[in-house]
């Protein structure tokens, strides 16, 4: 069963701070993504990475950063958190890129600035 | 561009209602379609997924056909349970693209 988790679990931050939020999954997949969750936006993609050392930009990267230290550790970096990043963050891996490929979600943090 | 459109917010049903959940797709190339389901407090889990014109994909009862004339992958099942009150997304790949996933429609069952 694939195992992915967060931490934080919650995380209250000022505008204009630094935070890390941080993903490990110990399923040996490749691919590891990062998506926000927002009412009326469903999922969307802000970051992934198909293996340590990389980095692709997703839908809606603006204010984001990421990186990929290992083939289990895939983290979010928020340098200037601001409002309208109040969201619901989960991570997820696959196994592969392809298109049979499943996604396997963390519980999500849940992050709000003030 | 490549997206997912799903029946959009909330659906209220009672027990043993049929659902239908809509979702089209748009996509340039030959996708797979999923259907995910999120439970409270959890991330979404796949539910099911097809990859091939006219292909069935099904799990818990919940079903969906894959129809590339329509570009549809409808999520229906005949008779819902309290237990099935949830957020359920359609999504759609191709291999070489991002996953793009539905706004979300968020199932009650009322018992």
């Given at each position: 069963?694939?195992?992915?988790?967060?931490?934080?679990?919650?995380?209250?931050?000022?505008?204009?701070?630094?935070?890390?939020l941080?993903?490990?999954?110990?399923?040996?997949?490749?691919?590891?993504?990062?998506?926000?969750?927002?009412?009326?936006?469903?999922?969307?993609?802000?970051?992934?990475?198909?293996?340590?050392?990389?980095?692709?930009?997703?839908?809606?990267?603006?204010?984001?950063?990421?990186?990929?230290?290992t083939?289990?550790?895939?983290?979010?970096?928020?340098?200037?958190?601001?409002?309208?990043?109040?969201?619901?963050?989960?991570?997820?891996?696959?196994?592969?890129?392809?298109?049979?490929?499943?996604?396997?979600?963390?519980?999500?943090t849940?992050?709000?600035?003030? | 561009?490549?997206?997912?459109?799903?029946?959009?917010?909330?659906?209220?049903?009672?027990?043993?209602?049929?659902?239908?959940?809509h979702?089209?797709?748009?996509?340039?190339?030959?996708?797979?379609?999923?259907?995910?389901?999120?439970y409270?407090?959890?991330?979404?889990?796949?539910?099911?997924?097809?990859?091939?014109?006219?292909?069935?994909?099904?799990?818990?009862?919940?079903?969906?056909?894959?129809d590339?004339?329509?570009?549809?992958?409808?999520?229906?099942?005949?008779?819902?349970?309290?237990?099935?009150?949830?957020?359920?997304?359609?999504?759609?790949?191709?291999?070489?693209?991002?996953?793009?996933f539905?706004?979300?429609?968020?199932?009650?069952?009322?018992?």
């Amino acid at each position: 069963e694939a195992a992915v988790t967060q931490s934080p679990r919650n995380k209250v931050t000022v505008t204009g701070g630094n935070v890390t939020l941080s993903c490990r999954q110990t399923n040996s997949h490749n691919y590891m993504y990062w998506y926000r969750q927002d009412t009326g936006h469903g999922l969307r993609l802000i970051h992934y990475s198909y293996g340590a050392g990389n980095l692709q930009i997703g839908d809606v990267p603006d204010g984001y950063k990421a990186t990929r230290t290992t083939q289990e550790d895939f983290f979010l970096l928020l340098e200037l958190a601001s409002p309208s990043q109040t969201s619901l963050y989960f991570c997820a891996s696959s196994d592969a890129g392809g298109a049979q490929a499943e996604q396997f979600f963390g519980p999500g943090t849940r992050l709000t600035v003030l | 561009g490549d997206s997912v459109t799903q029946t959009e917010g909330q659906v209220a049903l009672s027990e043993e209602d049929f659902l239908t959940i809509h979702c089209n797709y748009s996509a340039s190339g030959y996708p797979t379609l999923f259907w995910y389901v999120q439970y409270p407090g959890e991330g979404p889990q796949l539910l099911f997924r097809a990859s091939r014109d006219k292909e069935k994909g099904s799990s818990r009862g919940f079903e969906a056909t894959y129809d590339k004339g329509t570009t549809s992958f409808h999520l229906r099942k005949a008779s819902v349970q309290e237990s099935d009150s949830a957020v359920y997304y359609c999504a759609q790949h191709t291999g070489y693209q991002n996953f793009y996933f539905g706004k979300g429609t968020s199932l009650t069952v009322i018992p």
